[in-house]
């Protein structure tokens, strides 16, 4: 099985950006955790960071041809990016959304995503481990 794991604007600043909202993890930190747990599922990873929607919405095509899901942290593109939107929609693998911080429990304009709607489900509020979940939860969806 492989798996494309895709982050977002800015998560390139986790450990240094606002530690009381997203804690003090980096996201090299969040790689080798998934690394660590892929290994242990018999998965595959692909993973990379962008700040440029259009390098995001071109990582999205370029899984087709490889992955077998994907998990995405869009970021504060979540809110904004119809383009990352309609990226996911046209993909034919699942694809499971991820934030580190409860969006829900955070400002207003951060409780709608655009990606929930065309994603097979959204974990978030669990640091890193929201990653971990969804690891596990793509593992389920493709091999059932």
Do not use: C
């Not at 929607?53 to 809110?79: C, F, K, Q, R, S």
């Not at 996911?88 to 829900?104: G, K, M, Q, R, T």
């Amino acid at each position: 099985m492989r798996v494309q794991v895709l982050h977002g604007p800015n998560l390139n600043l986790l450990g240094q950006r606002e530690p009381d909202v997203y804690g003090h993890v980096t996201l090299d930190d969040i790689n080798e955790m998934l690394d660590a747990e892929a290994k242990t599922l018999g998965i595959e990873l692909r993973k990379s960071q962008s700040n440029s929607e259009g390098d995001l919405v071109d990582a999205i095509h370029d899984a087709a041809g490889w992955a077998d899901a994907m998990i995405i942290n869009p970021a504060a593109y979540t809110h904004t990016s119809v383009a990352l939107r309609d990226a996911v929609a046209a993909s034919e693998f699942p694809v499971i959304e991820v934030h580190l911080s409860n969006v829900f429990a955070r400002e207003d304009f951060r409780h709608h995503s655009f990606i929930a709607p065309v994603a097979v489900g959204q974990i978030s509020g669990f640091g890193k481990d929201s990653y971990r979940l969804a690891l596990h939860a793509v593992k389920g969806i493709v091999e059932s």
